[in-house]
C-alpha cells in the first residue's frame, strides 16, 4: 500500500520507451520548457490533455479542476495563467469541458457534496439562467447543453481577466478557444468560441461568464 510500484514500474517502461526513440528527448526537455498552449480542463481522469490531442511532454502547459472554472478568485488558476501568458509567452488558451461532466451533472441535480457546492456556484448561476430554456430536454441533453455554455461562460472569463487584457493591450498574441471532449468516441469539438483581442471579444454576442 505505501509503494505503488506498478506505476513505477510503468514509468520506467514509458522512460525507456521514449529514450529509445528519442535518445536526447528527456535532456533537452529538462532544460526549458516553451509551450504555444495552456490547456484548462476538467480534473476528469478521463480526459489527459496532452493523450488526447496527441502531444509530447512539453508542449503544454496545464490546469485542471473539477468542471474547467476559470474564477478571478482562484489564485491557482489565476497563477497558472499569469505565468503562461506572461512568462511562458503561450499563443493559445484552450478551455476544454467534457460531455457528462460529474460537476455540472452535481449542478442539475442538486446534489450536495459540500465544499464542490461552493466551487461550483458559478456554474449554478448559470444553470439558473437557463434553466427554463433547458425545460423540455432530456436529463442527459441537459447536462451536455450546460458543459457547452459552461466552457463558453469559462471564455469570457478568462477574457475578462487582467492578465490577459493586459497581453492583448501589449499586442501579444493570444486566443482563447472554447473546446468539448467526447467520453464516447474520444473526439474534440471546437465550439466556435474563440477570441484574439478585446475588439473581437467585444463583438460576441450572448458570450456567458462571471468574474
Not at 535518445?23 to 498552449?37: A, H, R, T, V
Not at 509530447?56 to 503562461?84: K, W
Request: aromatic share 6%.
Amino acid at each position: 500500500m505505501r509503494v505503488l510500484k506498478n506505476l513505477l514500474e510503468n514509468n520506467r517502461k514509458w522512460a525507456e520507451k521514449v529514450k529509445k526513440l528519442d535518445p536526447g528527448f528527456f535532456l533537452s526537455l529538462s532544460k526549458k520548457q516553451n509551450p504555444e498552449y495552456l490547456w484548462i480542463g476538467c480534473s476528469d481522469s478521463r480526459v489527459p490533455a496532452n493523450e488526447i490531442v496527441n502531444m509530447p511532454p512539453g508542449t503544454m502547459f496545464v490546469h485542471r479542476n473539477i468542471a474547467n472554472i476559470v474564477n478571478e478568485d482562484d489564485l491557482n488558476c489565476r497563477s497558472v495563467i499569469q505565468y503562461a501568458v506572461e512568462v511562458l509567452k503561450v499563443k493559445h488558451i484552450i478551455i476544454c469541458g467534457h460531455y457528462g461532466c460529474g460537476g455540472i451533472q452535481a449542478v442539475i441535480d442538486g446534489s450536495g457534496y459540500g465544499a464542490i457546492d461552493v466551487w461550483l456556484q458559478n456554474v449554478n448561476e448559470l444553470y439558473h439562467k437557463h434553466k427554463t430554456a433547458m425545460g423540455a430536454l432530456q436529463e442527459k441533453d441537459k447536462i451536455n447543453l450546460l458543459c457547452e455554455l459552461n466552457v463558453t461562460g469559462q471564455v469570457a472569463n478568462i477574457c475578462r481577466m487582467t492578465i490577459v487584457q493586459s497581453a492583448w493591450d501589449k499586442g501579444q498574441k493570444l486566443a482563447v478557444h472554447g473546446w468539448i471532449y467526447n467520453l464516447e468516441d474520444g473526439l474534440l469539438k471546437d465550439l466556435n468560441v474563440c477570441v484574439a483581442n478585446k475588439e473581437e471579444m467585444s463583438k460576441m454576442q450572448g458570450i456567458e461568464g462571471r468574474r
